[in-house]
């Protein structure tokens, strides 16, 4: 698998995987849809938001230890996925990009550690991470559950 997502994941690569791994083509679409389907299947037991008790850990890490910030426990910045093909949809146009020919813009969230606690994918390339950072909606989260924390947008 890391093999076919290190060639970019295109349809170019199913050739290589089967001539490199001694594969049919069969085989090599089955073993790449059956990591995917177990990654996907570990998401919610991986990206989680941290508890009250783990939130004050992690404030401490980045006062103390790191960044000399009070009460922030986590991070947030945009990022760019290069997407292999033109996405077949109306707003096809909108996945172009600045950095890339066609691209998904995605907003992710870590902890002082990199760890990543929680995500939002699916905007297309053209999107700025202020818009997608303002979907998110950590302010109002985080007042309704009376939670003092600063959340850094890295722009």
């Known amino acids: 698998f890391l093999f076919y997502i290190g060639t ?7 050739p290589l ?5 001694g ?12 990591v995917v389907t177990a990654i996907r299947s570990l998401c919610n037991q991986v990206i989680v938001w941290p508890d009250q008790r783990e939130r004050v850990k992690i404030a401490r890490r ?3 230890k790191k960044y000399d ?4 426990i986590a991070v947030a910045d945009g990022t760019l996925f290069p997407l292999t093909y033109e996405p077949q ?7 172009h990009g600045r950095k890339h020919l066609y691209s998904m813009t995605t907003m992710i969230v870590c902890d002082d550690e990199r760890k990543i606690r929680y995500y939002l994918a699916g905007f297309p390339g053209c999107v700025h991470d202020n818009r997608v950072y303002n979907k998110i909606n950590f302010c109002w989260i985080c007042y309704q559950k009376h939670i003092e924390i600063l959340i850094i947008l890295l722009i």
Request: charged share 25%.
């Open 8 to 14: 970019a994941g295109s349809g170019a690569s199913f």
């Open 69 to 72: 910030f009070m009460n922030c």
């Open 23 to 34: 594969i049919g083509r069969g085989t090599c679409n089955n073993y790449r849809k059956r």
């Open 17 to 21: 995987c089967r001539q490199v791994f």
């Open 89 to 95: 949809s109306e707003d096809a146009l909108d996945y």
């Open 62 to 64: 980045f006062r103390d």
